[in-house]
């Protein structure tokens, strides 16, 4: 019975574990003490995760992920798929067609009963809810879920169960790991339940295996290596472009005063939220051809050369200039979860993965005990040419430095994915904090959004009151899971042996 406390920074002699849960960062350390591989220890967290934390994701979701592992640098691309069911909101999974990739690779080394133990244990078993998963459990969120969801979850008082066990999922998870192909994998359970699909209707939906997207940087006289999913339906792209703007503030002396600084953030997470083709938390295109086809150095110069001359306006100049971009704008009600990261690093194989169902436990509506997935295209009805999959607001990351690689990253919470990565960033290529990036993870944060700067409620007092000087109105945030300013899991080696890990304050993750 899982009931381990979350441990938000650890240093570790070999490896580093970042997940959303204690018991997944417990399964991925069990599996490397078997002699599996990042992709396995990665594989077991996933399926822990899938049990403890229903609400952000589980096996009918998808996922999407870098690694460099004995040398290869790759991505793995598996969103949902859109069907040809106007009437659904339901998807076909990319989780699924993941795991059998995975395995048909060869780069698993241990079997699927191996992998999958400690999750089976897990769902047979019990476990004790997160706050978390509390949190989630409540209110509007709560209310809405399936009959069949709330029987698993909630008590006949309608509180969180002591004790959650949920023996459906435990099934769907032996029948996993005995199946030698996802089509073995659906027809069995399909047979006993055929679920939200028409008999007719296939479940294909291939994994992509797209070349990463990398920048390259120079930082205290280090070459960095940025690398990312560059696919349409992440924000890899634009977590680059927000680190090359960092560097390019530094380069332009505008950073030395730390409330200016701060200001120069702000401003540049504002111009790059303008400039990304898809309104936040939709599939609505602001463009006839959504691209990530863009030039980020190019880029990147241009954005900071905006921000300073923003930088030396008048405050009411600058607004007059922040009220033509989608700043001011109530843009979205973005689910406060709906995302999971992990970050597994062993020796030399370092890998950054990250995983969705859509809003907070997807469609609300499960089948086989795990929350199906939510489609955003079936929801609108409003998809662009040759579009196949939903977009999923994801961007995994890894940074080499001189060819190594050094720290694997990501974050979850929408929008605000993107706002924590760029945000660490700044921190150390924008203004030079030079402390490890798990520590840096403690930091207070700010976030533009809907006309307001999102901040911690400890964020520095001068560079607070600088900000309300210029105008922004100030929301003051907790370190709470449903009002996050990003959830961040990370992993760095600090030199050749040594490596430090972090969970974000905010969650319930565990770092070992």
């Not at 798929?81 to 659904?88: F, K, L, V």
Request: charged content about 20%; overall charge negative; glycine content about 8%.
């Amino acid at each position: 019975m899982s009931s381990e406390a979350p441990i938000h920074v650890h240093s570790s002699i070999g490896f580093g574990i970042s997940t959303p849960v204690p018991s997944a960062t417990a399964a991925a350390n069990n599996i490397r003490q078997q002699g599996g591989s990042v992709f396995d220890m990665y594989l077991a967290a996933l399926a822990c995760a899938w049990v403890e934390d229903p609400p952000n994701c589980g096996p009918f979701g998808r996922m999407q992920g870098v690694f460099s592992v004995a040398g290869e640098v790759g991505c793995i691309n598996a969103p949902t798929g859109i069907r040809r069911a106007p009437e659904s909101t339901v998807p076909v999974p990319g989780n699924i067609a993941a795991w059998f990739e995975l395995k048909r690779s060869g780069r698993l080394r241990l079997p699927g009963s191996a992998l999958l133990a400690p999750a089976v244990t897990l769902a047979q078993q019990g476990f004790k809810p997160s706050k978390d998963l509390k949190i989630a459990l409540a209110g509007e969120e709560g209310m809405e879920l399936s009959e069949h969801l709330k029987a698993i979850y909630l008590d006949e008082t309608g509180a969180p169960r002591e004790i959650i066990r949920n023996p459906e999922l435990a099934y769907l998870l032996q029948i996993l790991a005995q199946s030698d192909s996802e089509d073995d994998f659906w027809s069995i359970l399909r047979a006993k339940d055929p679920g939200p699909w028409r008999a007719e209707e296939t479940l294909d939906n291939p994994v992509g295996q797209p070349a990463p997207r990398t920048l390259e940087l120079e930082s205290d006289g280090r070459l960095q290596r940025f690398i990312t999913t560059g696919a349409l339906e992440t924000w890899g792209t634009w977590t680059l472009l927000g680190a090359a703007v960092a560097v390019e503030l530094l380069r332009s002396g505008v950073l030395h005063d730390l409330s200016r600084a701060m200001e120069a953030y702000v401003l540049s997470t504002i111009l790059l939220l303008d400039r990304i083709p898809f309104a936040v938390g939709t599939l609505e295109p602001k463009v006839a051809c959504p691209s990530v086809d863009v030039d980020v150095p190019t880029e990147a110069i241009a954005i900071a050369e905006r921000v300073t001359r923003l930088l030396n306006m008048p405050t009411d100049a600058l607004w007059q200039d922040l009220n033509l971009t989608c700043y001011p704008a109530q843009l979205n009600s973005a689910p406060r979860g709906n995302t999971n990261h992990f970050s597994i690093v062993s020796g030399d194989d370092f890998l950054s993965f990250t995983t969705s169902i859509g809003p907070w436990w997807g469609s609300k509506v499960s089948w086989w005990g795990a929350p199906l997935g939510y489609s955003y295209a079936m929801k609108s009805s409003c998809l662009f040419d040759g579009q196949t999959h939903d977009v999923t607001e994801m961007s995994p990351l890894i940074l080499e430095v001189a060819g190594k690689p050094m720290l694997a990253i990501g974050s979850a919470g929408s929008e605000r994915i993107l706002g924590s990565l760029t945000y660490l960033l700044f921190l150390r290529f924008g203004l030079g904090y030079r402390e490890d990036m798990a520590d840096l993870l403690a930091k207070p944060r700010v976030f533009p959004k809907d006309g307001k700067l999102r901040m911690h409620a400890d964020f520095w007092p001068e560079a607070r009151a600088h900000l309300e000087a210029r105008g922004f109105e100030i929301a003051p945030t907790a370190y709470e899971c449903d009002v996050n300013l990003g959830m961040v899991n990370a992993v760095e080696r600090l030199d050749s042996h040594q490596y430090k890990s972090g969970a974000d304050p905010s969650t319930s993750g565990s770092a070992l």
